[in-house]
T-cell receptor, first 115, second 113 residues
Framework: DAGVIQSPRHEVTEMGQEVTLRCKPI?????LFWYRQTMMRGLELLIY????????DSGMPEDRFSAKMPNASFSTLKIQPSEPRDSAVYFC?????????????FGPGTRLTVL | AQTVTQSQPEMSVQEAETVTLSCTYD???????LFWYKQPPSRQMILVIR??????QNATENRFSVNFQKAAKSFSLKISDSQLGDAAMYFC??????????FGTGTSLTVIP
């Protein structure tokens, strides 16, 4: 089975530019999570969706960040405008809905560098 | 509030030997789940092992096993017969809902040939 797919794997952009990160969850999973990982703050949950609906976005740092999930197989995390302090690895994870499926499965991450 | 603490920032082990990584957590919940994730240099977060708090039996996955002490709120990972491919950052994680995960700060494991 294909795991969580993220694109791009690496993104280098200049301050002020718009950045869009993409995620395809595992087929059949109904919850999707976006995380950010930095040396200083570790892994932070930014937002999560359940059945394509945003449930908790309290981790989204600023209005510059937005996330959408237009359907069960696709989600985006957008940063506009980007700033150097947004440089981090961004992970997408998904989780199923059956009993015992409390486990989150992570994608390979997108390493974002904002110059 | 739930917190997860990994008190060993770095550990090393000789190849083929056994190493134990420590994790403690704080929660007022009685039903929850604990995990160990491995993050190799590729950055991929890989699930190593999962423990359900209501199960007294310690989880095992091949060379990986846990020592789950619910009363002490301790959840250590034992890696037996360490291999070079085990070198990675290891994160302990807690959840009681499956949604909000709380991660420790990680332990960097070096395997010495």
């Amino acid at each position: 089975d294909a795991g969580v797919i993220q694109s791009p794997r690496h993104e280098v952009t200049e301050m002020g530019q718009e950045v869009t990160l993409r995620c395809k969850p595992i087929s059949g999973h109904n919850s999707l999570f976006w995380y950010r990982q930095t040396m200083m703050r570790g892994l932070e949950l930014l937002i999560y969706f359940n059945n394509n609906v945003p449930i908790d976005d309290s981790g989204m740092p600023e209005d510059r960040f937005s996330a959408k999930m237009p359907n069960a197989s696709f989600s985006t995390l957008k940063i506009q405008p980007s700033e150097p302090r947004d440089s981090a690895v961004y992970f997408c994870a998904s989780r199923g809905d059956r009993t015992g499926t409390d486990t989150q499965y992570f994608g390979p991450g997108t390493r974002l560098t904002v110059l | 509030a739930q917190t997860v603490t990994q008190s060993q920032p770095e550990m090393s082990v000789q190849e083929a030997e056994t190493v134990t990584l420590s994790c403690t957590y704080d929660t007022s919940e009685s039903d929850y789940y604990l995990f160990w994730y491995k993050q190799p240099p590729s950055r991929q977060m890989i699930l190593v092992i999962r423990q359900e708090a209501y199960k007294q039996q310690n989880a095992t996955e091949n060379r990986f096993s846990v020592n789950f002490q619910k009363a002490a709120k301790s959840f250590s990972l034992k890696i037996s017969d360490s291999q070079l491919g085990d070198a990675a950052m290891y994160f302990c994680a807690y959840t009681n809902t499956g949604n909000q995960f709380y991660f420790g700060t990680g332990t960097s494991l070096t395997v010495i040939p």
